[in-house]
């Protein structure tokens, strides 16, 4: 199983950036994925999940109303467009197979002026 992300990087507050994670490995069309973050000195949460086929996500109430998980499982990806950027969205972000301990190595997003 391999889990790799991208789409990171640094934002002004206010700004839009899309992750991307790229699935191999398994049957990426059976599984949930979720988006996770881990901020600097804090534990790490969950962002968002989308269920096998994307017809069911959920969302931590954080980020409701900003972010936006999607996947095509044609392409063995799943994606968080993220808008409306706040300097407290800035961490390290995680793709994950969910309900399994794989995981991504994950991509940095800092929001800073």
């Known amino acids: 199983v391999q889990l790799v992300e991208s789409g990171g990087g640094l934002v002004q507050p206010g700004g839009s950036l899309r992750l991307s994670c790229v699935a191999s490995?398994?049957?990426?069309?059976?599984?949930?994925m979720s988006w996770f973050r881990q901020a600097p000195g804090k534990e790490r949460e969950l962002v968002a999940g989308?269920?096998?086929?994307?017809?069911?996500?959920n969302y931590g109430d954080s980020v409701k109303g900003r972010f936006t998980i999607s996947r095509d499982n044609a392409k063995n990806t799943v994606y968080l467009q993220m808008n409306s950027l706040k300097p407290e969205d800035t961490g390290v972000y995680f793709c994950n197979m969910r309900g399994t301990d794989y995981w991504g190595k994950g991509t940095l997003v800092t929001v800073s002026s």
């Open positions: 989308i269920s096998n086929d994307g017809s069911n996500t």
């Open positions: 490995g398994f049957t990426f069309s059976t599984y949930s």
